[in-house]
Structures are given as structure tokens and as C-alpha cells.
């Protein structure tokens, strides 16, 4: 039983082999529709890998023509390489996930000793779970789908440059910095903040909404990490060039640490959205 999609330019769907067997198509069809019944969704979201992109094409082409008119999106994501090079069965050169995960887990153990050596072992392994699943999550996503991935373990286990620790290295400064503060009730007076660096900081965060809806209407994660990474930048750069705890007044201390505040609670939520935890201190 086929399927002829050529005016479409999808070529011709096999539905069912002469034998009676069925194939992807038979189930998906129904499954789709089953989705929406089970799980009163507003839409469905399959993600693959690229060489799927064709066959969903025709899955839904047929579900349209069928009348169904659920909201349906197919994303294809590229291969994940190694460094070394594309990864082979045949070859021997596959890295499983528990594999990989050990690799990260192992190695930032290992650097969380040298810093910490006061800590206990209960604390560094809490820590390094999040810390681990963060390098992992981090790098993965700040790819965009389509392109494929080369996964280089020193580069996501790196406090520095464009990596899911960088960003959580920022958190844990700020955490340092408010820690430290006394508590105050005055009231904030936010004109103190007119240095340049300030003024980046404080535009970059009002950017936020903005770049959350476009990473959602285009299904782009790597949006988001994108916006945590140069927001940590941004928020160390101000950080840098002007003392917070040591500020000229009291009053722009507390504007300064209200500055802080906000930067914190917006990459804590960015993380959240590509759901990365984060950690006190590291």
C-alpha cells in the first residue's frame, strides 16, 4: 500500500509491504493522532536526527491530507562528532552516554579537590553531579540543531569561554558577593547606576523576554545559551571594572548589589530553561 505524494515533491510513502508488514509509517500515523488524545497537548514536538527530516515531511503531508490539523513539528538534529573525528560502529569509536557522562564527572572531580580540599566528599559529589550534567547539557545545546557536533570534553569542562561553567561560575561569584552583603531596606536609587558597564548590564537583562520568545518560536535552544553566556560576560566585565561591596556609597552599593541580584535571577532562569541547575559555590 502506497502513498503518492510526487505532487508535493515527497516522492511515493510505503505504507505496507506486500507481505502484510508494517513499517514506521503504519504506526506513526495513528500515534500522532494518539498524542493528542492521550495528553491534551497544544502541539507535538518529534526530534531526530537530520536523515529523518525527509520521512517526516511525508508524515505529515499525509496527516494533512487526512484532515488532521493538530499543530505537528519535526526537528533534525545533527550527528555528534568527536574531535577526533566522525564516530563509527564499525570502527570501534562509539562513546556511549554513561561513558561520557563519567569521563566530565571524573575530570571536574578531580579539578573540585585541588580548589577544595576542606570540602567534604558529600558536598564536591553534589556539586560535581550538577556541574557535570551542566558541561553536558550546556554544549550540547548551544549548537544549532541542524548542525552537527563536535563534542570536545576539555572545551566543555572549561571555566572559561563559551561553556555552561562559565556561566555558573558567574552565578557562584554573585552568590559570594551577596553573601557577604549586609542586608538593607533603603530604597534603591537606580540613577546611581550611569557607568557604561552598568548601563550594558542593565539593557542586556531587559533583553531577556525578547530572546526567550524567539528561541521558542524557532525552537532554538542555543538562543538561550547564547544569552546566558553573554550575560555572564557582561555582568563580569561590570564586575571587573567597579567594586560592589566596596563602593564609593552606601547608596550605590546598593544599587550595585540590586544590579547583581537581577543578573543572578535572570541566568539562574535561563539555566532553568535548558534545565541546568546550578550550584552555591564552586
Known sequence: IIIDLSEFKLDIALLRKSNGAGLYLTSDLPLAMEKFKKCNADESIVITGTEQNFYFKQLYKVLELMGFDKKLTHIGYGLVNLK????????????????????????????????????????????????????????????????????????????????????????????????????????????????????????????????????????NPSEITRYSFDLAQAFNDFYNKHSILKAESADLMAARLQLASAAKNVLENSLGLLTIGVVEEM
Not at 557522562?101 to 579537590?113: M, N
Not at 550540547?140 to 570534553?153: G, L, P, R, S, V
Open 84 to 219: 577526533e573525528g566522525k564516530m563509527s560502529s564499525r570502527l570501534g569509536n562509539v562513546i556511549l552516554y554513561e561513558d561520557l557522562y563519567v569521563e566530565v564527572y571524573e575530570k571536574l572531580k578531580a579539578e573540585s579537590v585541588q580548589r577544595h580540599p576542606e570540602w567534604s566528599e558529600k558536598k564536591i559529589n553534589s556539586n560535581i553531579k550538577i556541574l557535570a550534567m551542566a558541561a553536558l547539557k550546556f554544549d550540547m545545546q548551544k549548537h544549532e540543531a541542524a548542525k552537527n557536533i563536535t563534542f570536545d570534553a576539555k572545551e566543555a569542562t572549561s571555566f572559561e569561554g563559551f561553556s555552561g561553567l562559565y556561566v555558573l561560575y558567574a552565578v557562584a561569584r554573585i552568590n559570594s558577593i551577596l553573601n557577604q552583603a549586609k542586608k538593607s531596606k533603603a530604597k534603591v536609587n537606580y540613577n546611581l547606576l550611569d557607568k557604561p558597564e552598568e548601563k550594558h548590564l542593565l539593557l542586556f537583562l531587559a533583553k531577556y523576554e525578547e530572546v526567550v520568545k524567539s528561541a521558542l518560536a524557532n525552537y
